[in-house]
């Protein structure tokens, strides 16, 4: 079956400092990837996705890139913001010959904390 | 676009009695999915639906959980002879198309067991 691992939490870095989230997945098939976040308070919002090998998702200033040969989609931002405080899923899925799917897999998540 | 909204937001029960949540999705997604999330866990995938069809559902729901959507819009979860392993965040999704499309989240039903 499908399976997502993330790095443990929390990681805690200081304003303006480089971040790397470390994701890596087993899955049937050629999955999708997608990053979600939390943010306090808030509902799971999408951050980035990638569909296929080398495609790289960005937004916000965060980036990631499909790796099929890692089998790993890492996310980083070169310069984080107290704002960037969430928590951070890393998620797939895998799509049956039909077009359907057993949903999204999602990891752990990884809480991150920015101090200023 | 008013966002995926669920309905209580919380909801303290008994074990043994029954539960129902409502989730009310964008209104022009046809697709809807459920998830349950545990305190330090990732969502987990419950079933989702296509308009009024369900299409799959995970091992995860039991017996005791059964989803509906009539009429292809809002979609309720309900959950018979609660059990102390049901306390989790309950959450709703909803999308346009397919599964590589945006799930956008509704804030989740907190469910507590007593």
């Known amino acids: 079956g499908n399976s997502v691992t993330q790095m443990e939490g929390p990681v805690t870095l200081s304003e303006e400092a480089f971040l790397t989230i470390n994701c890596t997945y087993t899955?049937?098939?050629?999955?999708?990837l997608f990053w979600y976040v939390q943010y306090p308070g808030e509902g799971l919002q999408l951050l980035l996705k990638a569909t296929k090998a080398d495609d790289k998702g960005s937004n916000k200033g965060f980036e990631a890139t499909y790796r099929k040969e890692t089998t790993s989609f890492h996310l980083e931002k070169g310069s984080v913001q107290v704002s960037d405080s969430a928590v951070y899923f890393c998620a797939l899925v895998t799509l049956y010959s039909g077009g359907g799917a057993d949903g999204l897999t999602f990891g752990k998540g990884t809480h991150l904390i920015i101090q200023p | 676009d008013t966002g995926v909204s669920q309905n209580p937001r919380h909801k303290i029960t008994k074990r043994g009695q029954n539960v129902t949540f409502r989730c009310d999705p964008i209104s022009e997604h046809n697709r809807l999915y459920w998830y349950r999330q545990t305190l330090g866990q990732g969502p987990e995938f419950l079933t989702y639906?296509?308009?009024?069809?369900?299409?799959?559902k995970s091992r995860l729901l039991s017996d005791r959980f059964s989803a509906e959507r009539p009429k292809g819009s809002f979609s309720t979860l309900e959950i018979q002879r609660t059990e102390q392993g049901d306390s989790a965040m309950y959450l709703c999704a909803s999308s346009q198309r397919g599964w590589k499309e945006t799930q956008y989240f509704g804030p989740g039903t907190r469910l507590l067991v007593l």
């Open positions: 899955a049937t098939g050629y999955p999708s």
């Open positions: 639906f296509q308009n009024e069809a369900q299409l799959e």
